[in-house]
């Protein structure tokens, strides 16, 4: 969400930086939109200033014996004028804030420009891709061949897009959350939180996904919506808050199940754990200033980073190009593991600063100590990991020829010493 008013002053930088992400130019528009609206306002403020005299003198005609007919005239059609333009208000104002709510953050400066995701840029790339004497298998054909993912027996509950884990994989995969929400609280700073997983649509509004994502959510008949991931609630947690500025930054981790729709997804990852409707991931939040939030960004990018590093496993950061950075996002880092029974990397964390724009949707706001003025806060997130996917990782990157997966070192005092998951 924009301030219209930065807008009417410095219309070239929001049209450069729409052009950048593969949208025409939208200040025109909004302008005029603003101009009639305020136009509007100024109308309804003149009628009603004059209806004001125009009733005050009729009382005095009365009073006085006078005649009031033509002022009695005047008041009644200005009360319809009025009812005329506070429709008009309100119809111009609706128009204006869907269009703003609808239009893309502008990205940084520093982002790469481009059109899609053959244009993101490679920022770095840690860790060796492990090699195998034998041809390794996606974690799908592994996990079943253990016995211990079932895509099937799920799809007979819940439809497509749906899994059970059993034993082994069960409890790893709740050692990787265990495993990342400790190393996030205990060396990062972060606040371990539980949070709702059902919330209003002003909570999805704050943080963009509604109005324009709506298709890609999963609402209740109550009219709460289930949150796509733990940013929802993290984020909201300041909402319509004034902060210390002395206090920021604020650092907030949950795990959460998350569920998406996968609206446009047809066709693609049908068999498997990268891409489901309801899923496990260790969400990072960061309320910051706006002086902090690069560097913030930097910082929460490393702690998901140090996930993957400590769990053996390779991965690159990549620079999201204008083309294929999210909604919100001022600028994005993916990470991307390697995944040797795809031959390929796959996203597995985006960490991105989204500046203001979520603030001036949620009204967060800081304020430095002995000082009446507030602005707003930037607020960034990404994930610590996805632990779906991440189970995925470790499957792939330590399946052995016989099938059984080598459980990571860092994780074995989550799985009570466990050091191998065998095949039945």
């Known amino acids: 969400m924009f301030d219209i008013k930065a807008i009417r002053e410095n219309p070239e930088t929001f049209d450069k930086g729409w052009r950048r992400r593969?949208?025409?130019?939208?200040?025109?528009?909004?302008?005029?939109?603003?101009?009639?609206?305020?136009?509007?306002k100024t109308e309804l403020q003149e009628c009603q200033s004059r209806r004001n005299?125009?009733?005050?003198?009729?009382?005095?005609?009365?009073?006085?014996?006078?005649?009031?007919?033509?002022?009695?005239?005047?008041?009644?059609?200005?009360?319809?004028?009025m009812a005329e333009l506070e429709d008009e208000v309100r119809l111009v104002s609706d128009e204006l804030i869907q269009k703003m709510c609808r239009l893309d953050n502008i990205p940084a400066d520093d982002v790469p420009d481009g059109d899609g995701e053959e244009d993101n840029l490679e920022i770095r790339k840690w860790g060796d891709i492990p090699s195998f004497d034998f041809t390794p298998k996606q974690h799908f054909d592994l996990g079943e061949d253990l016995g211990q993912m079932d895509f099937e027996g799920a799809a007979r509950m819940s439809g497509a897009r749906f899994v059970i884990l059993k034993a082994d994989l069960a409890r790893l995969e709740r050692a990787l959350s265990a495993f990342m929400l400790d190393v996030h609280t205990t060396e990062f700073g972060y606040t371990e939180t539980s949070v709702p997983l059902l919330v209003r649509d002003h909570a999805l509004y704050g943080t963009s996904q509604l109005p324009k994502f709506e298709e890609d959510l999963f609402k209740a008949t109550t009219g709460h919506y289930m949150i796509p991931t733990g940013e929802v609630p993290l984020t909201n947690i300041v909402r319509e808050d004034i902060l210390e500025e002395e206090k920021l930054p604020l650092r907030f981790t949950t795990l959460s199940q998350c569920f998406r729709s996968e609206a446009g997804s047809a066709g693609r990852d049908?068999?498997?754990?990268?891409?489901?409707?309801?899923?496990?991931?260790?969400?990072?939040v960061s309320i910051t200033t706006p002086e902090q939030s690069q560097d913030e960004l930097e910082r929460m990018t490393g702690a998901a980073e140090q996930i993957?590093?400590?769990?053996?496993?390779?991965?690159?950061?990549?620079?999201?190009?204008?083309?294929?950075?999210?909604?919100?996002?001022?600028?994005?880092?993916?990470l991307e593991v390697w995944l040797p029974g795809q031959n390929m990397y796959r996203e597995i964390s985006s960490c991105?600063?989204?500046?203001?724009?979520?603030?001036?949707?949620?009204?967060?706001?800081?304020?430095?100590?002995?000082e009446k003025k507030t602005r707003?806060?930037?607020?960034?997130?990404?994930?610590g990991l996805a632990v779906g996917r991440t189970l995925v990782a470790v499957l792939e990157n330590y399946q052995q020829e016989d099938g059984s997966i080598i459980i990571p070192d860092v994780l074995r005092p989550y799985m009570r010493g466990q050091a191998r998951i065998d095949r039945p």
């Open 22 to 40: 593969g949208i025409a130019p939208q200040s025109a528009d909004l302008i005029a939109l603003d101009t009639s609206l305020r136009q509007k």
């Open 53 to 81: 005299v125009a009733s005050k003198a009729i009382g005095q005609a009365k009073a006085s014996g006078g005649d009031a007919d033509g002022l009695i005239r005047e008041v009644a059609d200005l009360k319809k004028r």
């Open 270 to 284: 049908t068999r498997g754990m990268i891409r489901l409707h309801q899923f496990n991931k260790v969400e990072l």
């Open 376 to 383: 707003f806060v930037h607020t960034l997130n990404g994930s």
């Open 308 to 334: 993957l590093q400590r769990l053996g496993l390779a991965y690159r950061v990549l620079a999201l190009c204008t083309g294929d950075m999210g909604f919100a996002a001022r600028k994005t880092y993916d």
């Open 352 to 370: 991105s600063n989204t500046g203001d724009f979520q603030a001036r949707r949620m009204n967060s706001r800081c304020r430095p100590a002995g």
